[in-house]
């Protein structure tokens, strides 16, 4: 069912929690892909019942960012929630989320700020206020939906540690479960921000799998100085690519590594045709 009313929702909850039933979220902005899918996949198979937020959150994004001409497709959404036994699609308004006529900022609106060691680097960098917004908004989602468990990918590998260190800090009482990261048969990590890429386009974003898998085969050779690594990357990149960040960090905490070893990621950041694009792997898979 599609609900926009946080006071629906929550009655449907509570009617299901009387029962003793497990509830999985998975927080989205729509626009929705295979990821989502597995996602929701998983969701089924660990819950009794699965619940999808679709919501396009406004403070999670800066003003010179993509809000206005995000993707929007609610319809098809509901549609392939529906065929994958999701119970609840819920879609709200920006009103229904922050009260009608709120003043979305800060200097109104209470947020839910993660520690600034987590938020100054990699995406955090350069989107100020992002991490804010993102756990803002998922710590209301939790408080509406009161789930069991919280459904991410790992293509957002910054955002799940910080969600998670948000949950572990506020006594949160739910399991945050990472799924791992759908590609496309090209090897191109899926996303919602595809979308904007010509065919051309999309052969050029194959650009960051291919630095991290090559990073990846470096580091099983036994390659593990941190410096030596990232500078594979530079034979990738032409004057279509714009690298904004290649980090090696610590998977749990994402300090930066010195030395690469089993606990590191590799994340990656770069734009092209203007697009910006993330990925990740874990370094050893």
């Not at 929702?9 to 929705?32: C, F």
């Not at 803002?136 to 910054?158: E, M, R, S």
């Not at 050029?204 to 990073?215: F, P």
């Not at 099983?220 to 690298?243: C, N, P, Q, R």
Request: aromatic share 8%; proline share 4%.
């Amino acid at each position: 069912m599609l609900l926009n009313n946080i006071k629906e929702v929550r009655e449907q909850i509570k009617e299901w929690k009387s029962s003793g039933l497990k509830i999985g979220l998975v927080p989205t902005m729509g626009a929705l892909h295979a990821g989502h899918l597995s996602l929701m996949k998983k969701a089924r198979e660990t819950c009794d019942r699965v619940v999808v937020s679709v919501f396009v959150n406004p403070i999670q994004f800066g003003p010179s960012e993509d809000f206005d001409k995000y993707p929007r497709t609610l319809e098809a959404d509901t549609k392939l929630c529906e065929r994958e036994g999701v119970d609840i699609v819920f879609a709200p308004s920006a009103d229904e989320m922050y009260g009608k006529g709120q003043r979305l900022s800060n200097d109104t609106l209470t947020y839910v700020c993660p520690p600034f060691f987590y938020v100054n680097k990699l995406c955090g960098k350069t989107r100020t206020g992002h991490f804010d917004g993102v756990c803002t908004v998922v710590l209301k989602l939790f408080n509406i939906i009161q789930p069991d468990f919280a459904f991410f990918g790992q293509k957002d590998a910054q955002q799940v540690v910080i969600v998670r260190k948000m949950v572990n800090d506020l006594n949160v009482p739910l399991q945050i479960v990472q799924c791992p990261i759908v590609r496309e048969e090209s090897g191109l990590a899926l996303s919602s921000r595809n979308k904007y890429l010509s065919e051309e386009g999309k052969k050029e974003a194959l650009v960051l799998s291919r630095i991290l898998n090559n990073i990846n085969l470096c580091f099983k050779k036994g390659i593990t100085d941190v410096s030596a690594l990232k500078e594979t990357a530079y034979s990738f990149l032409t004057e279509k690519h714009d690298m904004e960040y290649l980090e090696l960090v610590d998977k749990n905490t994402l300090e930066e590594k010195q030395q690469a070893d089993a606990d590191t990621i590799v994340l990656i950041a770069c734009r092209v045709e203007g697009v910006r694009l993330i990925d990740n792997i874990y370094l050893g898979e």
